[in-house]
């Protein structure tokens, strides 16, 4: 990768847009980057490894922390390195994240991270511009950029620091440090973060495998109870035994409780029988109580079908008087209408003669309206004169009106364009506070942030010790549930032992064998109440309770722990922090005062858009001039066209009479002149209309009387015909008006007057034929005594629901054993399963962790390898320059009886022929030892990572303590690093290198920021 032209803008200690051409430095072979300490030399490397990776060349800074707070707080961080791979050219651009000036209106706007790579082959260094970098291969996206990057060179950021920016100062520190010291530095040179991963992967997975052998071998021995499982299936075999000796005994049982229900069962059907015969009987006499009551309704029944027949003959009476009721009714109506009809035929005759004779007032009317309207158009002519006339007097006020704004518009835009050429003196001074405002306000941010990061540590430690707290409560309640529980258990697996022994007592005879023990001697008789119920259910209930309080005990058990080891991490993470030196009460105030005077300043718009807004004030005060100058001109020409309108209007009103040119009093004559002529045509045309209507309205009302009339006779003769059917219907029934109407009213209760009839009939049949058949079931047998037979059932119920009990207990106990028994079983071969799989991870993890023969952990191993290959790769280059007389190894150490090599480092002197320490190098043989070291460390990267071409490389710092002679000869071995065509530069701060290498670049530092000189405008 060679470097052709760095562009950086308020980057790091660079304000504004700086650009660094290494087309000159390149050529020249070995170049210098000059400067004070803090000027910016690094944050050149730091600009070229943010443009390729997105990060510094420390690493330990954020592309945030590069972001310049020298620069306005308008400028935008940003970064381009143009640069070639062989013969082609790219171009890589990034914006680092970062808050920015908001793009509309005050205040701030977040602008997230951006890449972009461009290939420019075939373009010139001056062709590449911001609007034409060449084409796109990657455009905004982070992580595209960030992946072509290390496909096209080959290596990533951490070993771009080792190759390219070599540490030279880091292994000078490796020469002279102790063996404890010199550790950390290898570290951070070599990388062994996949090893430090490795292992501590494989030592969690060890740690988690053990534990999983601790817990499952803990679970099969609390199961078991500590037994074994030889003990156990023999606990299991005695269950079984006894089992069966209560299936035999319980089969008896059951059959003699068979024959006892069998017999019940029968007794119990007889004395039903003998039950149903009494209710039988008492039903017999009831029904016969019922017969007055049953003839009644069956007279009352056939009267209601009678009257059933008869009833449409009246309704047909009652149809028919409606009807004449309504006839009537219209008759008389009728009569009324035809009077009212010759009434109004009267009064319009009269009003038609009235209308007829003021013909000679209709006429007048019409004509005098006619001349009204006449007027009233010239009036009209001379209303629109009147109105242009009112729009030239407002067009005058108008221009007058706008004559006055415009010259008070030009004194106010000199005055606005004074007060901007004020303002204007003051910006330089605003700028300044802006800048120095955020920067303050930048720094109290970060620290805000780090201190919300402590604090937010502090507030998860004490949330977990809470926690602990009541998992610790919880696990003390659980064990002391657990230990109640198994009380209670203990007293109940007791109290079932109790009443199953004074059951089997109770059946012991002498000279009988025992069921449980086979003894024919009897001492000593359990005793007892044998009544009590529930044993064997209390006894599953604090069996089963049992169980739940051990898995609760052990879920508690564990979360507590888990909950322990969360805290460790709580507290080790609060301690790897370091506490801020100021608490947020002392932090607060200050931030907020601070954030309040860059809201003010902010909330300042006066200088915004200043110079545009000086520039418009410039051109609005010469326009207000203009706009003064033609609005009088305006209104000159607007005067003279009112007093032409004035003219012409006053003539065409000559033509209206005097009273008659107010508009008021001319529509008020119009409209009362219209009012009499439609009053007088409209009195005539209704006069017409009424005394035809009149007519019309007589002939009808005349017909609808007669019509009316033979209606009524109709009606009449209907009314008359259906009542003399009504009364000859009731004759011929035998019934009489008020007897109709009884029996009227039990119509609707025939259907259940004939149902309760039938019902009492069939009723008393059936209870006839009960009885018979009754009487033959029974014959001569007497009733039997159920009691007693209930007695004997209910005895060898209970004998037979002891022993059921007995062997339910002993079935679930069964139950459970074998349950336990079969995941004992499966625990066991998972656990041999779980020891194969730890004897291999074990060793591994031993190996790994530096429990070995050698006491050596695997990235300690992997740091010596790889430090072994840089030392071969540094004895080729420290051997010129040392004239051979130097190498560098690392010596041999016996501990223990074994031999083994350390992180020390020791030079063998060829001319002493011995191994001393590092530290007793000069400091030139030290320099030149340090240079070689860089040099192979960036010998190796390179071959490890496919023999990549390196066209630049830097060193950094460690020429200011050389004698002449040793810089010389360190100089010559950076002058053969330019013959395998790698340019080399230094970064330095000292005048003797300076003066040696004239080609490179100089950092010049102001109060504004730092800047950057090429040397060759200087020589």
């Given at each position: 990768m060679?470097?052709?032209r760095?562009?950086?803008?308020?980057f790091?200690p660079?304000?504004?847009?700086?650009?660094?051409?290494?087309?000159?430095?390149?050529?020249?072979?070995?170049?210098?980057?000059?400067?004070?300490?803090?000027?910016?030399?690094?944050?050149i490397?730091?600009?070229?490894s943010f443009?390729?990776?997105?990060e510094?060349?420390g690493?330990?800074?954020s592309?945030?922390?590069?972001?310049?707070?020298?620069?306005?707080?308008?400028a935008?961080?940003?970064?381009?390195?143009?640069f070639?791979?062989?013969?082609e050219?790219?171009?890589?651009?990034?914006?680092?994240?970062?808050?920015?000036?908001?793009?509309?209106?005050?205040g701030?706007?977040?602008?997230?991270?951006?890449?972009?790579?461009?290939?420019?082959?075939?373009?010139?260094?001056?062709?590449?511009?911001?609007?034409?970098?060449?084409?796109?291969?990657?455009?905004?996206?982070?992580?595209?950029?960030?992946?072509?990057?290390?496909?096209?060179?080959?290596?990533?950021?951490?070993?771009?620091?080792?190759?390219?920016?070599?540490?030279?100062?880091?292994f000078?520190?490796?020469?002279?440090?102790?063996?404890?010291e010199?550790?950390?530095?290898?570290?951070r040179?070599?990388?062994?973060?996949?090893?430090?991963?490795?292992?501590?992967?494989?030592?969690?997975?060890?740690?988690?495998?053990?534990?999983?052998?601790?817990?499952?071998r803990?679970?099969?021995?609390?199961?078991?109870?500590?037994?074994?499982?030889?003990?156990?299936?023999?606990?299991?075999?005695?269950?079984?035994?006894?089992?069966?000796?209560?299936?035999?005994?319980?089969?008896?049982?059951?059959?003699?409780?068979?024959?006892?229900?069998?017999v019940?069962?029968?007794?119990?059907?007889?004395?039903?029988?003998?039950?149903?015969?009494?209710?039988?009987?008492?039903d017999?006499?009831?029904l016969?109580g019922?017969?007055?009551?049953?003839?009644?309704?069956?007279?009352?029944?056939?009267?209601?079908?009678?009257?059933?027949?008869?009833?449409?003959?009246?309704?047909?009476v009652?149809?028919?008087?409606?009807?004449?009721?309504?006839?009537?009714?219209a008759?008389?109506?009728?009569?009324?209408?035809?009077?009212?009809?010759?009434?109004?035929?009267?009064?319009?005759?009269?009003t038609?003669?009235?209308?007829?004779e003021?013909?000679?007032?209709?006429?007048?009317?019409?004509?005098?309206?006619?001349?009204?309207?006449?007027?009233?158009?010239?009036?009209?002519?001379?209303?629109?004169?009147?109105?242009s006339l009112?729009e030239?007097?407002?067009?005058?006020?108008?221009?007058?009106t706008?004559e006055?704004?415009?010259?008070?518009d030009?004194?106010?835009a000199?005055?606005?364009?004074?007060?901007?050429?004020?303002?204007?003196?003051?910006?330089?001074?605003?700028?300044?506070?802006?800048?120095?405002?955020?920067?303050?306000?930048?720094?109290?941010?970060?620290?805000?942030?780090?201190l919300?990061?402590y604090?937010?540590?502090?507030?998860?430690?004490?949330?977990?010790?809470?926690?602990?707290a009541?998992?610790?409560?919880?696990?003390?309640?659980?064990?002391?549930?657990?230990?109640?529980?198994?009380?209670?258990?203990?007293?109940?697996?007791?109290?079932?032992?109790?009443?199953?022994?004074?059951?089997v007592?109770?059946?012991?005879?002498?000279?009988?064998?025992?069921?449980?023990?086979?003894?024919?001697?009897?001492?000593?008789?359990?005793?007892?109440?044998?009544?009590r119920?529930?044993?064997?259910?209390?006894?599953?209930?604090?069996?089963?309770?049992l169980?739940?309080?051990?898995?609760?005990?052990?879920?508690?058990?564990?979360?507590?722990?888990?909950?322990?080891?969360?805290?460790?991490?709580?507290q080790?993470?609060l301690?790897?922090?370091?506490?801020?030196?100021?608490?947020?009460?002392a932090?607060?105030?200050?931030?907020?005062?601070?954030?309040?005077?860059k809201?003010?300043?902010?909330?300042?718009?006066?200088?915004?858009?200043?110079?545009?807004?000086?520039?418009?004030?410039?051109?609005?005060?010469?326009d207000?001039?203009?706009?003064?100058?033609?609005?009088?001109?305006?209104?000159?020409g607007?005067?003279?066209?009112?007093?032409?309108?004035q003219?012409?209007?006053?003539?065409?009103?000559?033509?209206?009479?005097?009273?008659?040119?107010?508009?008021?009093?001319?529509?008020?004559?119009?409209?009362?002149?219209?009012s009499?002529r439609?009053?007088?045509?409209?009195?005539?045309?209704?006069a017409?209309?009424?005394?035809?209507e009149?007519?019309?309205?007589l002939?009808?009302a005349e017909?609808?009387?007669?019509?009316?009339?033979?209606?009524?006779?109709?009606?009449?003769?209907?009314?008359?015909?259906?009542?003399?059917a009504?009364?000859?219907?009731?004759?011929?029934?035998?019934?009489?008006?008020?007897?109709f109407?009884?029996?009227?009213?039990?119509?609707?209760?025939?259907?259940?007057?004939?149902?309760?009839?039938?019902?009492?009939?069939?009723?008393?049949?059936?209870?006839?034929?009960?009885?018979?058949?009754?009487?033959v079931?029974?014959g001569?047998?007497?009733?039997?005594?159920?009691?007693a037979?209930?007695?004997?059932?209910?005895?060898s119920?209970?004998?037979?629901?002891?022993?059921?009990?007995?062997?339910?207990?002993?079935?679930?106990?069964?139950?459970?054993?074998?349950s336990?028994?079969?995941?004992?079983?499966?625990?066991?071969?998972r656990?041999?399963?779980?020891?194969?799989?730890?004897?291999?991870?074990?060793?591994?993890?031993?190996?790994?962790?530096?429990?070995?023969?050698?006491?050596?952990?695997?990235?300690?191993?992997?740091?010596?390898?790889?430090?072994?290959?840089?030392?071969?790769?540094?004895?080729?280059?420290?051997?010129?320059?040392?004239?051979?007389?130097y190498?560098?190894?690392r010596?041999e150490?016996?501990?223990?009886?074994?031999s083994?090599?350390?992180?020390?480092?020791?030079?063998?002197?060829?001319n002493?022929?011995?191994?001393?320490?590092?530290?007793?190098?000069?400091?030139?043989?030290?320099?030149?030892?340090s240079?070689?070291l860089?040099?192979?460390?960036?010998?190796?990267?390179?071959?490890?990572?496919?023999?990549i071409k390196?066209?630049?490389?830097?060193?950094?710092?460690?020429?200011?303590?050389?004698?002449?002679?040793?810089?010389?000869t360190?100089?010559?071995t950076?002058?053969?690093?330019?013959?395998?065509?790698?340019?080399?530069?230094?970064?330095?701060?000292?005048?003797?290198?300076?003066?040696?290498?004239?080609?490179?670049?100089?950092?010049?530092v102001?109060?504004?920021?730092?800047?950057?000189?090429?040397?060759?405008?200087?020589?």
């Open positions: 060679r470097p052709i760095l562009t950086m803008t308020a790091g660079y304000a504004g847009t700086e650009v660094v051409d290494f087309t000159a430095a390149m050529d020249a072979g070995i170049f210098g980057i000059y400067g004070d300490t803090g000027a910016g030399k690094t944050t490397f730091d600009g070229m443009a390729l990776f997105g510094s060349s690493a330990e800074r592309a945030e922390d590069m972001i310049s707070h020298h620069a306005s707080a308008t935008l961080t940003e970064v381009e390195l143009v070639e791979l062989g013969e050219r790219y171009v890589v651009h990034r914006v680092p994240s970062q808050m920015r000036a908001a793009s509309r209106g005050s701030t706007a977040y602008q997230s991270h951006e890449a972009y790579l461009f290939k420019a082959t075939g373009l010139a260094l001056d062709e590449i511009t911001p609007d034409h970098r060449g084409e796109v291969l990657a455009e905004k996206k982070v992580k595209s950029v960030d992946g072509m990057i290390e496909e096209l060179l080959g290596y990533n950021a951490d070993q771009f620091r080792q190759i390219v920016l070599l540490p030279q100062g880091d000078r520190k490796i020469l002279t440090a102790s063996s404890d010199r550790s950390p530095i290898l570290k040179l070599f990388d062994v973060r996949l090893y430090e991963g490795f292992v501590e992967k494989i030592k969690r997975q060890a740690a988690d495998l053990r534990q999983e052998i601790h817990d499952e803990l679970k099969r021995d609390t199961m078991i109870n500590n037994n074994t499982e030889e003990a156990f299936r023999a606990d299991i075999d005695k269950d079984k035994m006894a089992i069966g000796a209560l299936d035999t005994r319980i089969e008896a049982l059951e059959n003699t409780l068979a024959d006892h229900r069998k019940l069962t029968a007794a119990e059907a007889l004395s039903e029988k003998f039950s149903n015969l009494e209710d039988a009987k008492r017999k006499s009831d016969e019922q017969r007055q009551k049953i003839e009644t309704l069956r007279s009352r029944s056939k009267q209601a079908r009678i009257a059933e027949k008869l009833i449409p003959l009246e309704q047909a009652a149809d028919a008087r409606d009807d004449h009721a309504e006839a009537f009714k008759h008389v109506g009728s009569e009324e209408t035809f009077g009212e009809a010759e009434t109004a035929r009267s009064a319009a005759q009269k038609l003669a009235q209308t007829t003021e013909t000679p007032q209709r006429e007048a009317a019409t004509a005098k309206v006619l001349e009204l309207e006449r007027w009233k158009a010239t009036f009209g002519q001379a209303e629109d004169l009147k109105q009112a030239k007097v407002a067009a005058v006020k108008d221009s007058t706008k006055s704004d415009a010259n008070r030009a004194e106010e000199g005055k606005q364009l004074d007060a901007l050429r004020a303002l204007q003196k003051l910006q330089p001074d605003h700028d300044k506070a802006v800048n120095d405002a955020s920067t303050r306000l930048a720094a109290l941010q970060r620290e805000a942030e780090v919300g990061e604090e937010k540590a502090i507030t998860r430690r004490d949330q977990q010790k809470e926690t602990v009541s998992l610790t409560e919880a696990h003390q309640k659980s064990t002391a549930h657990l230990q109640s529980c198994e009380t209670t258990f203990a007293s109940a697996e007791q109290d079932l032992t109790d009443i199953q022994a004074l059951h007592a109770r059946k012991l005879r002498d000279g009988e064998p025992c069921p449980a023990c086979g003894s024919l001697d009897h001492p000593a008789l359990a005793t007892g109440d044998p009544s119920q529930g044993r064997h259910e209390a006894f599953e209930s604090a069996q089963g309770s169980e739940q309080a051990k898995t609760a005990e052990q879920e508690a058990k564990g979360a507590l722990n888990a909950a322990q080891a969360l805290l460790e991490e709580r080790s993470a301690s790897d922090l370091v506490q801020p030196a100021r608490n947020r009460e932090l607060l105030p200050i931030l907020t005062e601070e954030t309040d005077k809201a003010a300043l902010d909330a300042d718009t006066r200088f915004v858009d200043l110079v545009d807004r000086l520039s418009k004030a410039e051109a609005h005060s010469d207000a001039g203009q706009v003064l100058e033609g609005a009088k001109q305006v209104l000159a607007r005067k003279s066209e009112l007093s032409n309108a003219t012409q209007h006053d003539a065409m009103l000559r033509e209206v009479p005097e009273p008659f040119r107010q508009t008021s009093h001319l529509s008020s004559s119009l409209k009362s002149a219209i009499e439609d009053r007088l045509l409209n009195a005539h045309q209704t017409l209309k009424g005394d035809k009149t007519a019309v309205a002939a009808a017909q609808s009387r007669n019509g009316a009339k033979t209606a009524l006779g109709r009606a009449s003769s209907a009314l008359d015909k259906a009542s003399k009504l009364s000859d219907g009731l004759s011929a029934a035998q019934l009489s008006a008020e007897m109407q009884t029996a009227k009213a039990a119509v609707d209760q025939i259907d259940d007057l004939e149902a309760t009839i039938k019902t009492h009939e069939q009723s008393l049949a059936a209870n006839t034929d009960r009885l018979k058949r009754l009487a079931e029974i001569e047998r007497e009733r039997p005594d159920i009691e037979l209930k007695a004997k059932v209910s005895a119920a209970t004998e037979l629901e002891t022993d059921q009990n007995e062997r339910t207990r002993l079935r679930t106990e069964l139950i459970r054993k074998q336990v028994l079969e995941t004992v079983v499966k625990i066991s071969a656990l041999k399963s779980l020891e194969e799989r730890y004897a291999p991870l074990g060793e591994i993890s031993n190996l790994v962790t530096g429990n070995n023969d050698r006491k050596v952990r695997l990235p300690d191993f992997a740091i010596a390898a790889m430090f072994d290959e840089v030392l071969v790769a540094a004895n080729l280059r420290l051997g010129p320059m040392s004239n051979n007389r190498q560098l190894h010596p150490e016996a501990s223990g009886g074994v083994k090599r350390g992180l020390d480092i020791a030079v063998h002197d060829a002493t022929e011995k191994s001393r320490s590092t530290k007793t190098l000069s400091g030139g043989e030290g320099f030149q030892a240079l070689a860089a040099l192979g460390l960036s010998d190796v990267v390179q071959q490890n990572s496919g023999g390196l066209d630049a490389i830097f060193i950094d710092e460690g020429f200011g303590t050389l004698d002449d002679e040793t810089l010389n360190a100089l010559e950076l002058h053969s690093l330019t013959n395998e065509k790698r340019a080399v530069g230094l970064i330095s701060h000292t005048e003797q290198v300076k003066t040696l290498i004239t080609a490179g670049f100089d950092i010049e102001s109060a504004t920021g730092s800047h950057i000189r090429s040397r060759a405008e200087m020589f």
